[in-house]
């Protein structure tokens, strides 16, 4: 799975990486080196406009974890922050955003933890590591985000609507495998274009767009066990620590 990630780049260098025409400067997100679910994060996605009828591609902060527009409530959104690659076009919870609602998490790279156990001087405890591309770019996550409406509020009452998403995850390869059994995917820049197109909708050429980030060119680094709590954040969650593995 993918559990926690890190997002630090600006919103406005994030416009012009991806060619988006609609964000509201208004909208803004602090640097996050902690990403955990149910916090907002930035997804880049595409949407007709009604007036225009000319697709826009948008920059908006949603929050991680897909609440399903069936829900009853939002919080079986905490237990859907990753949609498997191997079922995500067939799964209730994801086959109708899979078709039409995609789009990219931007990140520079995502935690992922190594059991460890109890030796002398230490007790059994998870290592965190910091995976991300070797050449240090950006990474864009898949994901697809869904619309949930609360039925408690008026109709017109913008607070009504709850934008969430989910990151598409894989069989973990390279030095992301030896961490754990699951990555997440991401889109190649060549084929943004094809996977945000909310006309594009064969299951089949939308699933040979996904790929292993950095073609599986990735660095594992063992980091400080603060990034096990949620609340700590700042860039020193990154330094490296000795590896115990």
């Not at 922050?81 to 191997?86: F, P």
């Not at 156990?117 to 991300?132: L, S, V």
């Not at 869904?146 to 390869?173: M, Q, S």
């Amino acid at each position: 799975m993918c559990g926690r990630f890190v997002s630090t780049t600006k919103p406005e260098d994030l416009v012009g990486l991806f060619g988006v025409t609609s964000w509201n400067p208004a909208e803004t997100l602090e640097p996050d080196y902690n990403v955990a679910p149910t916090k907002d994060v930035w997804a880049v996605l595409e949407r007709l406009d009604k007036d225009t009828d000319v697709v826009q591609r948008h920059l908006r902060a949603l929050r991680w974890g897909l609440v399903p527009s069936w829900a009853k409530d939002p919080s079986v959104g905490s237990r859907m922050i990753n949609a498997r690659v191997e079922t995500v076009h067939e799964k209730p919870a994801y086959r109708k955003a899979f078709a039409t609602r995609r789009c990219l998490l931007p990140a520079d790279g995502f935690f992922e933890w190594k059991p460890l156990p109890a030796a002398e001087g230490r007790k059994a405890t998870k290592q965190p590591y910091f995976i991300a591309p070797a050449d240090g770019q950006l990474m864009a996550m898949a994901g697809l985000y869904e619309f949930w409406r609360d039925r408690t509020r008026p109709d017109g009452d913008p607070a009504a609507w709850l934008t969430t998403v989910t990151i598409i995850t894989t069989e973990a390869r390279d030095a992301a495998g030896r961490i754990h059994d699951r990555m997440p995917l991401t889109i190649h820049p060549d084929d943004a274009d094809a996977w945000l197109d909310p006309a594009h909708t064969d299951p089949d050429e939308l699933r040979a767009l996904l790929h292993t980030p950095a073609d599986g060119q990735l660095t594992a680094t063992a980091v400080s066990l603060a990034v096990n709590n949620v609340r700590n954040n700042g860039p020193h969650l990154l330094d490296p620590v000795p590896d115990p593995a």
